[in-house]
């Protein structure tokens, strides 16, 4: 199995290093979506493969972040209901010790008939 995981991750490797080197021609990324001609939003110049990459890059990067957002109530529950069980499992600790000391029925071994 980690054989196939190695040549998987080498294959996708090999195909983006194959892309990036073979669209290294500069290109124009014009920010200004209005042509309000301000110097702050001059066109940058930069090769395809890292415009190609910048964005997949923040494209995982958001789908990140968002899916830690959308998840955090499901961990505050899962948190909640882990400190639940630690204060019940303590209780039921300390009442079967408190009813091995009692003089109950159970304590001294003999059968008992539940409802």
Do not use: Y
């Not at 996708?12 to 301000?38: C, G, K, R, T, Y």
């Not at 019940?88 to 109950?104: G, P, Q």
Request: no cysteine.
């Amino acid at each position: 199995m980690r054989i196939v995981k190695w040549t998987l991750w080498l294959t996708l490797v090999a195909a983006v290093l194959l892309l990036a080197v073979s669209n290294m021609q500069p290109i124009e990324v014009v920010i200004d979506p209005f042509a309000l001609q301000l110097d702050a939003l001059a066109p940058l110049v930069m090769p395809l493969s890292l415009l190609v990459l910048l964005s997949v890059g923040v494209g995982l990067f958001l789908g990140v972040v968002l899916e830690h957002f959308r998840g955090r109530h499901v961990r505050r529950r899962l948190r909640e209901s882990k400190r639940e069980a630690g204060a019940l499992k303590s209780e039921n600790d300390r009442m079967h010790a408190a009813m091995k000391k009692s003089d109950h029925p159970d304590s001294a071994g003999l059968p008992v008939r539940r409802a």
